[in-house]
């Protein structure tokens, strides 16, 4: 009499394995994905948020109803805004305008994010 051994996976029990995780991850990537797009968004409009506030503040103290964002943002003492981190390779409004809304344009290349406040 022959022992056999078999302690190995089969080819169609490895094939079957495979195929789960395949769909696993074609479920799992559109979802991750869109939270994703959901946190740069976010992370945009908080930018253009405080990018309004610096602002409202500038126009508040000096009387001026426009202002250029480098004015605005910056170490110096006169600035409002430290640093806008671009999540997304966005761009924002260069010229501030009081009582317009502020836009980020190109977030991920493919959308446009308006604040107003």
Known sequence: ?????NK?????EIMIVVVIIGLLAAMAIP??????????????????????SAADQYYLETG??????????GTNTTQYVKVVQTVA???YTAVLTQGNAL???GVSRQRTITYSN
């Not at 190995?8 to 169609?12: E, I, K, R, S």
């Open 89 to 91: 390779n966005e761009t």
């Open 64 to 73: 001026n109803t426009t202002v250029n964002s480098s004015d605005l943002v």
């Open 1 to 5: 009499m022959k022992n056999l051994n």
């Open 8 to 12: 190995g996976f089969t080819l169609v």
């Open 103 to 105: 836009t980020a344009s």
């Open 31 to 52: 979802a991750f994905q869109k939270v994703r797009s959901n946190s740069q968004d976010k992370a945009v409009t908080n930018n253009l948020r405080q990018l309004s």
